[in-house]
């Protein structure tokens, strides 16, 4: 006989199991987008996983041991899908494909800020696996190279549970987040302080704006590269350009200074970049790697479609 005092599941109390499941969301988002590198495909990831979870019968979902570890697994098999089909759709991408850029806040509700309170859950956290330079790195990976790194050498997945995920040996897999390393740490030689990025950024959007050619060649590395992404949306470069005279003729010419349009110095994918608006609508993220006291390469992100957790209309 039902006490009455307490209400039958579904008439009132929370469900132990719901809160449980749902508190993984956010090491699930954080995840996928690592992964992927795009918030949008992210969320559809973790949308799809928790799909699969309530499918499964009740009985289904007593039997597994560790839920979190079930959803885990399951997100990261989509995202090794979605990666082997990412490679042919950015083939018929118009222009250069950059990661989707983050805003320092990182508080987004269905894929949009939130004015009021939000949810952890809700939350991509800023550290340097999310940075500009190290997300273009993981581009150039295999899916199996990219999966394995991000599950040991971020999530500190063990290689026993990176090998049931990937499909490999441990030792395979091992393999694998080894070569995804070295290949990290000769992509990101002596990184500046985030002071220096800062006051560097900050030299850069001056010289923009004035137009100044000289000091902008001055604050490039010789080979620096400068990379737009429109998507085919926007009008952007469609190769990168490299060289620092041509990237600060490139940026001279443009109209940084325009009616209407305003540089903000702000954190993109949690290092100094500048945000381009007019009149107070996104239209460009800019991140930085910067070595040094000179700028490497510039990733600019035009793509409206990209440009979501900034439009904060």
Not at 102 to 130: F, K, Q, Y
Not at 136 to 153: G, K, N, Q, S, W
Not at 214 to 219: H, Q, W
Not at 258 to 284: F, H, Y
């Amino acid at each position: 006989m039902t006490n009455p005092s307490e209400p039958e599941p579904g008439h009132g109390r929370p469900d132990p199991g719901l809160q449980a499941i749902m508190s993984e969301r956010r090491q699930l988002t954080n995840l996928a987008y690592r992964l992927l590198g795009s918030l949008a495909d992210a969320e559809d990831v973790v949308q799809e996983t928790y799909t699969r979870w309530y499918a499964l019968t009740p009985q289904q979902q007593q039997a597994i041991d560790s839920p979190g570890a079930w959803l885990t697994t399951v997100a990261s098999r989509i995202c090794l899908d979605q990666l082997g089909s990412a490679r042919a759709r950015r083939e018929r991408y118009v222009g250069e494909w950059i990661p989707e850029p983050l805003p320092d806040h990182t508080e987004w509700i269905s894929g949009r800020p939130s004015a009021g309170t939000v949810d952890p859950a809700d939350r991509v956290t800023l550290d340097e696996s999310v940075n500009m330079a190290f997300l273009v790195v993981l581009e150039a990976m295999t899916p199996a190279e990219r999966v394995a790194f991000i599950l040991h050498d971020v999530f500190r997945y063990p290689f026993t549970e990176v090998a049931d995920i990937v499909g490999r040996s441990p030792a395979a897999c091992r393999q694998l987040a080894s070569s995804a390393r070295r290949r990290i740490r000769t992509s990101q030689p002596d990184a500046a302080s985030t002071a220096q990025r800062a006051g560097i950024v900050s030299a850069f959007k001056q010289a923009w704006e004035a137009k100044d050619i000289d000091a902008l060649i001055g604050l490039l590395a010789p080979d620096a590269t400068a990379t737009g992404d429109g998507g085919g949306l926007v009008t952007a470069a469609l190769r990168p350009v490299e060289g620092a005279e041509d990237v600060a003729r490139f940026f001279a010419d443009r109209p940084a200074a325009a009616p209407g349009m305003t540089l903000v110095e702000t954190t993109v994918n949690g290092q100094p970049g500048l945000v381009a608006q007019r009149d107070g609508i996104t239209v460009s993220v800019m991140a930085f790697h910067i070595t040094g006291n000179h700028i490497n390469h510039i990733w600019a992100v035009l793509n409206p479609d990209k440009l979501r957790p900034w439009t904060t209309n």
